[in-house]
């Protein structure tokens, strides 16, 4: 090593933010730049410090170092409380015990990097995501049992309606606003439904099996057959469908969600026809699923919230619904690391993609 | 016309006068109402009722508990099993219970009581 190198090594040591130390096998120091005076709290350039002899709550972690190096030669990121003047810091030491020509003894580098604020601001962020977790739990139940309890008092006063509609005596006025109660009625039930539904889908897929998803599309297909054949409607299989690990009873009713949007988004005019079907994407190899249906479709600009709770692209004159269903198909979807979106370039027609990325035992069947 | 006796058996005294306004509707049936399984019970061991309609979940004695102690007084005793929101195991443990029929809440309607109570005494009579 030349002069110049040793020159530039010695200020770097000194300069450098990181406390560093030189000790021998006593625990005496050699060497010490400013941060490791900083971070101890006194100066170490006094050639009597010593990690032994230190201050017991500022020496003890380093003493068990230089014990321990003697026996292993190296440590790598040990974590230790160090107490100083300015109270305890988490420093993050790291060590080696080299023989040293010129001294003609052992010696222990040890660089130690306070990683107290670092620690501090990791510790918060899962503080916060753990109270993150523990409130969307909450609301979750919330959700649950506030549509549980909503649902008989709704019930209730749809049949109390109902019953109404059997008195002969009524007028014309009040028979048409008992229609109403009973139309408003099963609006209301409808949404506690689809609120009890949302909230019974876990942000988690949960039970997952491999299972074949031309299985799951058929037994979902022949759950919607009475609503498709009652709108005259045609739903299609194309391809070759992948066998993927999933919660089948949540992608069951992903699916009829999907079918069941497809038919309510019927034009009037037209036969409806929805085709499902499935292709390898040749640059990521992940799985997609294709929804595309000849319906109304929905403006463009809609694309990126259709799957908000609650939002509908077209007005409740037009169309029935409470905006949940696609909600709970985007949870779905996130719940097993899936990604689905939603496009209508054209006039007409809606198409939902659904993502699956590749799994290593994914296969495919016809 | 044969009138056909019913108990209703429900915790909730709204339902209890809904599921009677239904029945009285249909016509040709006798109701009785008892608030909870085990004044049901009572009422059973001295008169009989051709049918019970009894709520599934009630506090103290559930549905499917009633239908189990009102079959052991009486083995041909039919029993239809109301709920408002049917657990997913519900008919495997209805069954089991020997509960004739289940029925949602959420679907009554004078035709259907009187189709599914007719269905059951029918069915008893075979």
């Known amino acids: 090593m030349t002069a110049i190198d040793l020159k530039a090594y010695r200020q770097l040591f000194d300069e450098m933010p990181v406390a560093a130390l030189l000790l021998d096998d006593q625990g005496n120091c050699l060497k010490a730049n400013e941060a490791a005076s900083d971070l101890l709290g006194e100066s170490l350039a006094d050639p009597t410090w010593n990690v032994f002899e230190a201050d017991h709550v500022r020496g003890d972690e380093l003493a068990y170092l230089v014990e321990s190096l003697r026996k292993s030669g190296s440590v790598d990121s040990h974590d230790a409380m160090l107490y100083g003047p300015d109270g305890g810091r988490l420093v993050r030491i790291s060590g080696h015990r080299i023989f040293n020509d010129s001294l003609g003894k052992h010696v222990t580098w040890m660089v130690l990097g306070d990683v107290t604020d670092r620690s501090a601001a990791a510790y918060q962020l899962a503080q916060v995501n753990r109270q ?52 408003s009625g099963a609006q209301m039930e409808d949404i506690i439904d689809s609120l009890l539904q949302f909230a019974g889908v876990s942000e988690e897929a949960g039970d997952t099996h491999l299972t074949a998803m031309k299985d799951v599309l058929q037994q979902a297909c022949a759950s919607c057959a009475k609503e498709v054949k009652e709108a005259g409607y045609e739903v299609h299989l194309e391809g070759t469908f992948p066998i993927v690990t999933m919660n089948r009873a949540a992608v069951e009713q992903l699916i009829v969600n999907l079918v069941h949007n497809a038919v309510k988004f019927r034009r009037p005019d ?35 919230h259709l799957f908000e709770m609650l939002y509908r692209a077209h007005s409740k004159a037009e169309f029935e619904g409470n905006g949940i269903g696609l909600a709970i198909c985007q949870r779905i ?21 659904i993502t699956i990325p590749k799994e290593p035992t994914t296969s495919r069947t016809a | 016309m044969s009138i056909t006796s019913v108990l209703i058996i429900d915790d909730s005294p709204t339902d209890l006068l809904i599921l009677s306004a239904l029945l009285d509707l249909c016509g040709g049936y006798e109701v009785a109402q008892a608030p909870n399984g085990s004044a049901a019970l009572k009422m059973l061991a ?39 929101a049917p657990p997913a195991d519900l008919a495997t443990a209805a069954e089991q219970a020997g509960v004739h029929t289940i029925v949602s809440k959420a679907s009554l309607s004078p035709q259907l009581l009187d189709a599914t109570i007719q269905a059951a005494i029918g069915a008893r009579l075979q």
Do not use: Y
Not at chain 1, 334 to 345: C, D, F, L, T, V
């Open chain 1, 132 to 183: 993150l977790e523990e409130s969307n739990r909450q609301l979750d139940q919330f959700a649950s049992m506030a549509a549980h309890d909503l649902k008989a008092p709704a019930r209730r006063v749809r049949m109390f309606a109902q019953l109404l509609s059997n008195d002969a005596n009524l007028g014309e006025l009040a028979r048409g606003f008992v229609v109403r109660i009973l139309a």
């Open chain 1, 270 to 304: 037209v036969p409806g026809q929805l085709t499902i079907t499935s292709r390898d994407d040749e640059r990521s190899g992940n799985h997609v699923l294709t929804f595309s249906d000849n319906g109304v479709g929905f403006p463009n600009q809609d694309s990126g």
């Open chain 1, 333 to 353: 979807c996130k719940g097993h690391g899936w990604r689905i979106q939603a496009a209508s370039p054209n006039e007409f027609g809606a198409t939902f993609q």
């Open chain 2, 46 to 84: 001295d008169r009989r009722a051709d049918v019970c309609l009894v709520d599934f979940d009630m506090p103290g004695m559930t549905g499917l508990e009633f239908t189990i102690e009102a079959r052991s007084l009486r083995p041909e005793q039919c029993c239809i099993l109301v709920t408002g």
